[in-house]
């Protein structure tokens, strides 16, 4: 494997909630980390030179993820400024609840085109051009064990990405390259927290045995591990990164 120092991350949907924390994380690991976001410039840039403050290496990538050409891109971005690519952190998604009978085209297209399409079409960008020894890590939901209503659609597009992530595992045979999904229970970010009651909230909340919402710390410590040398045996799994949630 690449020294850690040289080693160089992509991190999807990276300009705030989870995968700014993941970004963060990496970086103060020592890997080169590409921001990867899709509208907010400012947060992406606010946070690239807050690594850069504290000693580490960013550079902001913008890329609608499910646009295969701006994946591309967004690899050879990288792959240009510092010689190829590592790590891939397919963490980009968007979450729309309704019930399955509510549930509009809209609201299904999209969510298949950002959390399935787009982690594919980075899946797909990474089992080519990742160099030997690197390391993916997608994205799941706990949601997928838990199946709790309004969320079919949204957890569907992540058990497909479950599915993807094992196979990918042993496709990568011979090249080194573990790959990973961490799926988070409840956690408090903007996305999670948009739109929900407090009773709501504080009922989820208390729904794993450690009775809080994880932080996007938490899942940027459970990243860190599957990125980095501890976690080179973990291949092909679904980490439920949850507090006991399922």
Same mark, same amino acid.
């Given at each position: 494997?690449?020294? =850690?120092?040289?080693?160089?991350?992509?991190? +999807?949907?990276?300009?705030r909630g989870i995968g700014a924390a993941v970004a963060e994380r990496l970086a103060a690991d020592g890997l080169t980390v590409v921001i990867n976001y899709s509208g907010d410039v400012k947060s992406a840039e606010a946070l690239a030179k807050?690594? =850069?403050a504290k000693g580490g290496r960013a550079l +902001?990538?913008?890329?609608?993820?499910?646009d295969p050409n701006a994946v591309r891109g967004m690899f050879d971005a990288a792959e240009a400024a510092f010689g190829g690519v590592d790590v891939l952190v397919n963490n980009a998604g968007i979450m729309k609840l309704a019930s399955i009978a509510d549930s509009d085209d809209a609201l299904f297209d999209r969510q298949i085109a950002i959390n399935l399409k787009g982690s594919f079409n980075a899946m797909r960008e990474a089992a080519k051009r990742l160099r030997?020894?690197?390391?993916?890590?997608?994205f799941s939901t706990s949601v997928v064990g838990i199946k709790l209503e309004t969320y079919g659609v949204y957890a569907a597009t992540k058990a497909a990405i479950?599915?993807?992530?094992a196979i990918l595992s042993k496709e990568m045979r011979g090249r080194n390259i573990t790959v990973n999904?961490?799926?988070p229970g409840p956690v408090g970010t903007e996305l999670f927290l948009n739109g929900k009651s407090q009773e709501l909230i504080d009922r989820m909340a208390k729904?794993?045995?450690?009775?809080?919402l994880g932080t996007p710390q938490d899942i940027a410590a459970t990243v860190s591990f599957l990125a980095g040398?501890?976690?080179?045996?973990i291949n092909g799994q679904v980490l439920r990164a949850n507090g006991g949630m399922v």
């Open positions: 494997m690449t020294n =850690e120092s040289n080693r160089v991350a992509i991190v +999807t949907g990276a300009s807050k690594i =850069e +902001t990538a913008k890329a609608d993820v499910s030997d020894g690197g390391r993916i890590v997608n479950e599915t993807m992530t999904a961490v799926a729904m794993n045995p450690l009775q809080r040398p501890d976690g080179g045996w």
